[in-house]
Protein backbone atom coordinates (compact mmCIF):
# COMPACT_ATOMS: atom_id res chain seq x y z
CA UNK A 1 0.00 0.00 0.00
CA UNK A 2 0.93 3.32 -0.55
CA UNK A 3 1.35 5.27 2.58
CA UNK A 4 0.78 8.93 2.82
CA UNK A 5 2.82 11.10 5.49
CA UNK A 6 1.45 14.94 5.99
CA UNK A 7 2.88 17.96 7.80
CA UNK A 8 2.61 19.06 10.00
CA UNK A 9 -0.18 17.50 11.71
CA UNK A 10 -1.63 20.98 13.54
CA UNK A 11 -0.56 24.68 12.85
CA UNK A 12 -2.14 27.88 14.33
CA UNK A 13 -2.10 30.86 11.99
CA UNK A 14 -4.23 33.95 11.28
CA UNK A 15 -6.56 35.32 8.96
CA UNK A 16 -4.49 36.75 6.09
CA UNK A 17 -1.29 34.51 7.04
CA UNK A 18 -0.28 32.08 3.67
CA UNK A 19 -0.30 28.56 4.72
CA UNK A 20 1.50 25.39 3.18
CA UNK A 21 0.84 22.00 3.79
CA UNK A 22 2.99 18.96 2.43
CA UNK A 23 1.93 15.39 1.68
CA UNK A 24 4.52 12.77 0.79
CA UNK A 25 4.11 9.63 -0.84
CA UNK A 26 5.89 6.28 -0.18
CA UNK A 27 6.05 5.70 -3.74
CA UNK A 28 6.07 7.92 -6.89
CA UNK A 29 2.55 8.28 -7.73
CA UNK A 30 2.86 11.16 -10.66
CA UNK A 31 0.65 14.02 -10.21
CA UNK A 32 -2.07 11.51 -9.22
CA UNK A 33 -2.95 13.35 -5.88
CA UNK A 34 -6.09 14.89 -4.42
CA UNK A 35 -6.74 17.70 -1.59
CA UNK A 36 -9.87 17.49 0.91
CA UNK A 37 -10.95 20.48 3.37
CA UNK A 38 -13.17 18.42 6.05
CA UNK A 39 -14.79 20.64 8.76
CA UNK A 40 -16.11 19.26 12.21
CA UNK A 41 -19.10 17.08 11.99
CA UNK A 42 -19.29 17.41 7.84
CA UNK A 43 -18.31 15.36 5.06
CA UNK A 44 -14.64 16.10 2.97
CA UNK A 45 -14.91 18.68 0.23
CA UNK A 46 -12.67 18.51 -3.10
CA UNK A 47 -10.10 20.90 -3.47
CA UNK A 48 -7.65 19.85 -5.77
CA UNK A 49 -7.32 16.95 -8.17
CA UNK A 50 -4.54 15.61 -10.14
CA UNK A 51 -1.93 17.59 -7.71
CA UNK A 52 -2.79 21.01 -9.01
CA UNK A 53 -6.47 21.64 -10.87
CA UNK A 54 -9.04 23.93 -8.34
CA UNK A 55 -12.06 21.95 -8.26
CA UNK A 56 -15.01 23.77 -9.51
CA UNK A 57 -16.42 26.43 -7.01
CA UNK A 58 -13.10 26.17 -5.12
CA UNK A 59 -11.80 29.64 -4.33
CA UNK A 60 -8.63 30.56 -6.03
CA UNK A 61 -6.73 31.32 -2.86
CA UNK A 62 -6.75 27.58 -2.67
CA UNK A 63 -3.34 26.26 -4.58
CA UNK A 64 -1.71 22.63 -5.53
CA UNK A 65 1.59 21.49 -6.81
CA UNK A 66 3.93 19.12 -7.07
CA UNK A 67 4.70 15.61 -8.34
CA UNK A 68 6.37 12.26 -7.72
CA UNK A 69 6.37 12.16 -4.03
CA UNK A 70 6.54 15.31 -2.67
CA UNK A 71 3.00 17.62 -3.03
CA UNK A 72 1.86 20.90 -1.26
CA UNK A 73 -1.40 22.48 -0.31
CA UNK A 74 -1.01 26.67 -0.61
CA UNK A 75 -4.14 28.95 0.94
CA UNK A 76 -2.98 32.09 -0.24
CA UNK A 77 -4.52 34.54 2.10
CA UNK A 78 -6.30 32.20 5.01
CA UNK A 79 -10.07 33.04 5.55
CA UNK A 80 -12.44 32.69 8.42
CA UNK A 81 -13.95 29.88 6.64
CA UNK A 82 -10.74 27.81 6.15
CA UNK A 83 -10.17 27.24 9.76
CA UNK A 84 -10.31 23.48 9.10
CA UNK A 85 -9.24 19.96 8.96
CA UNK A 86 -7.18 19.13 5.41
CA UNK A 87 -6.50 15.54 4.28
CA UNK A 88 -4.19 14.61 1.22
CA UNK A 89 -4.77 11.49 -1.05
CA UNK A 90 -3.27 9.29 -3.56
CA UNK A 91 -5.16 8.88 -6.60
CA UNK A 92 -2.99 6.21 -7.98
CA UNK A 93 -5.06 3.28 -7.36
CA UNK A 94 -6.62 0.77 -4.79
CA UNK A 95 -6.47 0.67 -2.19
CA UNK A 96 -6.88 4.19 -1.94
CA UNK A 97 -4.77 6.18 1.42
CA UNK A 98 -4.94 9.52 2.96
CA UNK A 99 -2.24 11.62 5.09
CA UNK A 100 -3.44 11.68 8.25
CA UNK A 101 -4.59 15.16 8.27
CA UNK A 102 -3.63 18.95 9.15
CA UNK A 103 -5.63 20.83 11.48
CA UNK A 104 -5.61 24.50 10.39
CA UNK A 105 -6.81 26.69 13.97
CA UNK A 106 -6.59 30.28 15.17
CA UNK A 107 -3.53 31.84 16.32
CA UNK B 1 -27.51 18.68 -7.61
CA UNK B 2 -25.30 15.68 -6.73
CA UNK B 3 -27.17 14.24 -3.72
CA UNK B 4 -26.16 11.04 -1.67
CA UNK B 5 -27.74 10.19 1.38
CA UNK B 6 -26.57 7.36 3.57
CA UNK B 7 -28.76 5.20 5.79
CA UNK B 8 -29.11 1.91 8.04
CA UNK B 9 -25.87 3.31 10.48
CA UNK B 10 -26.39 2.50 14.07
CA UNK B 11 -25.28 0.59 17.09
CA UNK B 12 -24.52 -3.24 17.22
CA UNK B 13 -22.61 -5.96 19.42
CA UNK B 14 -19.31 -7.35 18.48
CA UNK B 15 -19.92 -10.40 15.76
CA UNK B 16 -22.68 -8.68 14.57
CA UNK B 17 -24.02 -7.26 10.90
CA UNK B 18 -25.39 -4.27 9.53
CA UNK B 19 -26.26 -3.06 5.99
CA UNK B 20 -25.48 0.17 5.21
CA UNK B 21 -27.65 1.73 1.85
CA UNK B 22 -26.66 5.09 0.28
CA UNK B 23 -29.29 6.67 -2.21
CA UNK B 24 -28.07 8.83 -5.03
CA UNK B 25 -29.68 11.36 -6.98
CA UNK B 26 -29.13 14.50 -9.20
CA UNK B 27 -26.88 12.40 -11.72
CA UNK B 28 -26.50 9.12 -13.71
CA UNK B 29 -25.87 6.69 -11.18
CA UNK B 30 -25.46 4.04 -13.33
CA UNK B 31 -22.82 5.70 -14.95
CA UNK B 32 -20.54 6.58 -12.38
CA UNK B 33 -17.95 4.35 -9.83
CA UNK B 34 -18.95 4.68 -5.72
CA UNK B 35 -16.77 3.88 -2.67
CA UNK B 36 -17.44 3.58 1.27
CA UNK B 37 -14.79 5.42 3.22
CA UNK B 38 -14.94 5.63 6.86
CA UNK B 39 -13.74 7.58 9.54
CA UNK B 40 -13.39 6.57 13.27
CA UNK B 41 -14.51 9.17 16.14
CA UNK B 42 -11.52 11.64 15.99
CA UNK B 43 -9.11 9.94 13.44
CA UNK B 44 -8.37 10.77 9.88
CA UNK B 45 -10.46 9.22 6.45
CA UNK B 46 -10.07 5.43 5.31
CA UNK B 47 -11.33 3.90 2.13
CA UNK B 48 -13.37 0.90 2.69
CA UNK B 49 -14.80 -0.57 -0.95
CA UNK B 50 -15.30 0.36 -4.31
CA UNK B 51 -17.48 -0.82 -7.01
CA UNK B 52 -17.54 0.01 -10.79
CA UNK B 53 -20.66 1.81 -12.72
CA UNK B 54 -21.74 -1.83 -13.50
CA UNK B 55 -20.97 -3.71 -10.62
CA UNK B 56 -18.33 -5.73 -11.81
CA UNK B 57 -15.46 -4.84 -10.54
CA UNK B 58 -14.77 -4.93 -6.68
CA UNK B 59 -11.90 -4.22 -4.41
CA UNK B 60 -11.78 -3.69 -0.70
CA UNK B 61 -9.15 -2.64 2.07
CA UNK B 62 -7.65 -6.09 3.49
CA UNK B 63 -9.06 -5.28 7.22
CA UNK B 64 -12.66 -5.85 5.60
CA UNK B 65 -11.94 -8.39 2.91
CA UNK B 66 -14.55 -11.46 3.49
CA UNK B 67 -16.58 -9.46 6.09
CA UNK B 68 -18.11 -6.67 4.09
CA UNK B 69 -19.79 -6.31 0.60
CA UNK B 70 -20.36 -3.79 -1.68
CA UNK B 71 -23.50 -4.17 -3.71
CA UNK B 72 -24.91 -1.70 -6.40
CA UNK B 73 -28.96 -1.50 -7.73
CA UNK B 74 -28.63 0.63 -10.75
CA UNK B 75 -32.25 0.27 -10.80
CA UNK B 76 -32.49 1.83 -7.65
CA UNK B 77 -29.89 4.39 -7.95
CA UNK B 78 -28.33 2.85 -4.29
CA UNK B 79 -25.57 1.55 -3.44
CA UNK B 80 -25.06 -0.25 -0.11
CA UNK B 81 -22.45 -2.16 2.08
CA UNK B 82 -23.18 -5.09 3.81
CA UNK B 83 -20.81 -5.35 6.86
CA UNK B 84 -20.69 -9.01 8.88
CA UNK B 85 -18.88 -10.13 11.64
CA UNK B 86 -18.34 -6.43 12.80
CA UNK B 87 -15.31 -5.55 15.41
CA UNK B 88 -15.12 -2.77 17.57
CA UNK B 89 -12.67 -1.08 15.19
CA UNK B 90 -15.42 -1.07 12.47
CA UNK B 91 -16.62 1.63 14.85
CA UNK B 92 -16.96 4.92 12.20
CA UNK B 93 -19.10 7.55 10.32
CA UNK B 94 -19.23 5.91 7.05
CA UNK B 95 -19.48 7.71 4.29
CA UNK B 96 -20.83 6.79 0.59
CA UNK B 97 -18.35 8.50 -2.26
CA UNK B 98 -18.58 9.04 -5.46
CA UNK B 99 -15.72 8.54 -8.02
CA UNK B 100 -15.54 11.55 -10.08
CA UNK B 101 -15.19 9.78 -13.54
CA UNK B 102 -13.64 6.59 -14.07
CA UNK B 103 -10.97 5.37 -12.18
CA UNK B 104 -10.26 8.79 -11.39
CA UNK B 105 -9.84 7.25 -7.51
CA UNK B 106 -11.16 10.85 -6.68
CA UNK B 107 -14.08 11.65 -4.88
CA UNK B 108 -15.93 14.39 -6.00
CA UNK B 109 -19.16 14.14 -4.27
CA UNK B 110 -19.68 12.63 -0.65
CA UNK B 111 -22.84 11.71 1.58
CA UNK B 112 -23.29 13.35 4.84
CA UNK B 113 -22.34 9.48 6.53
CA UNK B 114 -23.71 7.56 8.78
CA UNK B 115 -22.53 6.76 12.26
CA UNK B 116 -21.60 3.04 12.91
CA UNK B 117 -21.27 2.22 16.72
CA UNK B 118 -19.93 -1.71 17.29
CA UNK B 119 -19.88 -2.19 21.20
CA UNK B 120 -21.13 -4.78 23.96
Known amino acids: DIQMTQSPSSLSASVGDRVTITCRAS??????LSWYQQSPGKAPILLIY???TLQSGVPSRFSGSGSGTHFTLTISSLQPEDFSNYYC?????????FGGGTKVDIK | EVHLEESGGGLVQPGGSLTLSCAAS????????MNWVRQAPGKGLEWVAY????????SYRDSVKGRFTISRDNAKNSLYLQMDSLRADDTAVYYC?????????????WGQGTRVTVTS
Open chain 2, 51 to 58: ISSGGSTI
Open chain 1, 27 to 32: QSIGTY
Open chain 1, 50 to 52: AAS
Open chain 2, 97 to 109: ARDMYSSAWTIDY
Open chain 1, 89 to 97: QQSYGTPLT
Open chain 2, 26 to 33: GFTFSSYE
